[in-house]
Nanobody, 126 residues
Framework: VQLVESGGGRVQPGGSLKLSCVASGFIEEEYAVAWFRQAPGKEREGIGC????????YYQDSAQARLDANTGKAAVTLHLQLTHLEPADTAVYYCAASDDWGFSCRALREHGYEDWGQGIQVIVSA
């Protein structure tokens, strides 16, 4: 599976940013793709995910993060819309994928994703 992340950068507090992950090359018919983030000095945490079985789900309740998925042949683009950003949202955001997953992606924790993108930096600063 190939993962290509885009859309990061610097934004002022209160601003918005849209990240995109193009995941392609799935072999199995059922798979999952997710967005995680890791802030400086903190553990990586899940934001939300998409599975072919269920669709979009979220690892945590947040009014700031919304996912949108566009599917293709053995591929999906998972967009992460971030709004009302605060300095605490400064982190490296990662896209991850698991081929051959036919269940709710919320049941798939960080260690269950086999493929990871390089990560994309988001900096929220005045």
């Amino acid at each position: 599976v190939q993962l290509v992340e885009s859309g990061g950068g610097r934004v002022q507090p209160g601003g918005s940013l849209k990240l995109s992950c193009v995941a392609s090359g799935f072999i199995e018919e059922e798979y999952a793709v997710a967005w995680f983030r890791q802030a400086p000095g903190k553990e990586r945490e899940g934001i939300g995910c998409f599975s072919t079985r269920i669709g979009i789900e979220y690892y945590q309740d947040s009014a700031q993060a919304r996912l949108d998925a566009n599917t293709g042949k053995a591929a999906v683009t998972l967009h992460l819309q971030l709004t009302h950003l605060e300095p605490a949202d400064t982190a490296v955001y990662y896209c991850a994928a698991s081929d051959d997953w036919g269940f709710s992606c919320r049941a798939l924790r960080e260690h269950g994703y086999e493929d990871w993108g390089q990560g994309i930096q988001v900096i929220v600063s005045a």
